[in-house]
């Protein structure tokens, strides 16, 4: 099976980023449909309990964090690239800005704003992920600080304003890239669930020309399909990750070894645990036996996770 599957909800900002992706490389996938909270019974059979969103599928291969589902992405469906004219490097760096310092900011800004109005479960789920384990006083100070989180996205919106001023059409060059798909979910977010995101973007006229030349992509080609599939296909499937270690890998990473993987910021998760199946520089794959599954390996990027041996 090589079709893709992506595991998403419509509101989720990461997701968008995968989706406007997808619409760039004007591919076809299909829409498998999650909970925004856990418990997430027909995601994280397939995950070893990962439940962050979105996750990929392509048969009994899962991509967790959009890190690694856009590299896989690339990898197997090269044109249009989205590292055109040799921006990998620079397009994965400035997503480390985007996907860190930039998104965290975006998601105090928009936590902060709702205040009370957010649903008790959801304020405790995405204020443990993103505020710590003492959320309600990190909710309380993003509300309390706005104003104060406000003019420091005012300030990063201005570095992609001039970037773009700069290089014309897209961040790294003539030709989008990774780092625009990046930097645009969290305009996405920002516009879209801050009240005050219109207003505040509108001071940036090469930003917003930008956000309209991304949303002109679209998001490809998806038709829902329904989980209970989803898990069939993968029953279905074995994996297609290969068998190979790294000899110059810091951590000693080589297949057969015992390990867990989980996000560098700890949200209280549950690992993922499971035999390397293969491991460079820029992903780890997992290959773990689920019951009523079989086989998968489940694949992490190495930026922004811990890989534990056991």
């Given at each position: 099976?090589s079709?893709?599957?992506l ?10 980023k995968?989706?406007?992706a997808l619409?760039?490389k ?7 449909e ?7 019974p027909k995601?994280?059979?397939l995950?070893?309990?990962?439940r ?11 991509y967790?964090?959009?890190?690694c589902?856009?590299q896989?992405?690339?990898r197997?469906?090269p ?7 040799g921006?990998f ?6 997503s480390?800005?985007?996907d860190g310092?930039?998104f ?8 902060g ?7 008790k479960?959801?304020a405790?789920d ?6 710590g ?6 909710l ?5 600080e706005l104003?104060?989180l406000?003019?420091q996205?005012?300030?990063q919106?201005g570095w ?6 700069r290089t014309?059409s897209f961040?790294?060059?003539?030709a ?9 979910h969290?305009i ?11 207003s505040?973007l509108a001071e ?11 949303q ?15 898990l069939?296909i993968?029953?279905e ?6 068998e ?6 810091p951590?000693g990473l ?12 700890d ?11 293969f491991?460079n520089?820029?992903t ?13 390996a489940?694949h992490?990027p ?9």
């Amino acid at each position: 099976m090589s079709e893709i599957l992506l595991h998403t909800y419509p509101a989720s900002p990461v997701a968008e980023k995968v989706r406007t992706a997808l619409g760039l490389k004007g591919l076809s996938w299909h829409s498998v449909e999650i909970p925004r909270l856990p418990p997430k019974p027909k995601l994280t059979p397939l995950t070893g309990g990962y439940r962050r969103t979105p996750v990929m599928q392509i048969g009994a291969d899962i991509y967790c964090d959009s890190q690694c589902i856009l590299q896989e992405l690339d990898r197997r469906h090269p044109e249009p690239s989205l590292y055109p004219e040799g921006s990998f490097g620079l397009a994965r760096a400035l997503s480390r800005w985007t996907d860190g310092a930039f998104f965290d900011l975006a998601v105090k800004i928009v936590l902060g704003a709702a205040g009370e109005a957010l649903p008790k479960d959801f304020a405790e789920d995405r204020g443990r992920l993103y505020l710590g384990p003492d959320w309600a006083a990190g909710l309380a100070a993003a509300n309390t600080e706005l104003p104060h989180l406000a003019a420091q996205a005012r300030t990063q919106c201005g570095w992609i304003d001039e970037m773009l001023a700069r290089t014309g059409s897209f961040l790294t060059g003539p030709a989008p890239s990774m780092a625009d798909v990046a930097a645009y979910h969290v305009i996405w977010f920002l516009r879209g669930r801050w009240p005050d995101g219109p207003s505040l973007l509108a001071e940036f006229p090469a930003l917003e020309a930008w956000e309209a030349r991304i949303q002109s992509f679209g998001h490809g080609e998806a038709t829902p399909l329904d989980a209970d599939a989803a898990l069939q296909i993968a029953a279905e499937s074995e994996p297609t990750a290969p068998e190979a270690g790294d000899p110059n890998d810091p951590q000693g990473l080589t297949p057969g070894l015992r390990v867990s993987v989980n996000p560098d910021l700890d949200g209280g998760e549950q690992p993922t645990e499971g035999l390397i199946r293969f491991a460079n520089r820029e992903t780890v794959a997992l290959l773990r036996e689920e019951p009523g599954i079989g086989r998968v390996a489940v694949h992490f990027p190495r930026a922004g996770y811990k890989v534990t041996r056991l």
